[in-house]
């Protein structure tokens, strides 16, 4: 398909064990997000990717968390030794390179549901 | 307290109602407003986006920034059913850099048959 694709959809997890999500973005976006939509919560910034490069990882919550892109397309966000608390929606967007004359706009995978066990 | 704040509903109106979303806000260096709209178990889709202050129409919906105020709203005109999700409304600064946007926490709506 032509969208973000994100893969699982569903994980189940045991606390304490590392998972992986993966984003596939679509093709020729260079930019690329990851936010995480917690019950009842907006979304939380996670990171931010423009090619292979993360200008901008504020949003990671600890340093379990770290994400890469390789080749300037696929991109996996690792959860170290995970807690309850990382029980969330993990949604990645792409976009074209950002402008300061237009708004870019975004476009959402489905996202990974999270569970910590 | 929250950058963003928005109701969290659920709002639940009558088929043909007209729907008022709204969303305040704290920092006034944000510039851009947006308002997505999210079905179950999906991502969120762009509905509307307005630079600063202003109306902006586009069919059945109506974007309002009011930035004295700090206060932004979604207007949907004969709402249907298939209009039924949680609308986010999401805010960014004119010169950051990134596609940082702080989102609201969502107002899921319900249009009855």
């Known amino acids: 398909g032509a969208g973000v694709s994100q893969s699982p959809s569903n994980k189940v997890t045991e606390k304490g064990k590392d998972v992986e999500l993966r984003c596939d973005p679509i093709?020729?976006?260079?930019?690329l997000y990851w936010y995480r939509q917690s019950l009842g919560q907006g979304l939380e910034f996670l990171i931010y990717f423009q090619g292979n490069s993360a200008p901008d990882k504020s949003g990671l919550p600890s340093d379990r968390f770290s994400a890469e892109r390789t080749g300037g397309s696929v991109s996996t966000l690792t959860i170290q030794r995970t807690q309850q608390e990382d029980s969330a929606v993990y949604l990645c967007?792409?976009?074209?390179?950002?402008?300061?004359?237009?708004?870019?706009?975004?476009?959402f995978g489905q996202g990974t549901r999270l569970t910590v066990v | 307290q929250k950058e963003v704040e928005q109701d969290p509903g659920p709002l639940s109106v009558p088929e043909g109602a007209i729907v008022s979303l709204n969303c305040t806000y704290s920092?006034?260096?944000?510039?851009?407003f947006m308002w997505y709209r999210q079905y179950s178990r999906k991502g969120p889709e762009l509905l509307m986006y307005?630079?600063?202050?202003g109306n902006k129409e586009d069919g059945r919906f109506t974007a309002q920034v009011d930035k004295s105020s700090k206060y932004i709203s979604l207007f949907i005109r004969d709402s249907q059913p298939s209009d039924s999700a949680t609308y986010l409304c999401a805010m960014k600064k004119t010169l950051d850099s990134s596609y940082k946007l702080i989102f609201g926490s969502g107002t899921r709506l319900l249009v009855r048959p």
């Open positions: 093709s020729g976006h260079t930019a």
């Open positions: 307005t630079y600063s202050s």
């Open positions: 920092n006034s260096a944000f510039q851009y």
């Open positions: 967007a792409s976009s074209l390179p950002f402008s300061l004359d237009r708004v870019t706009e975004a476009f």
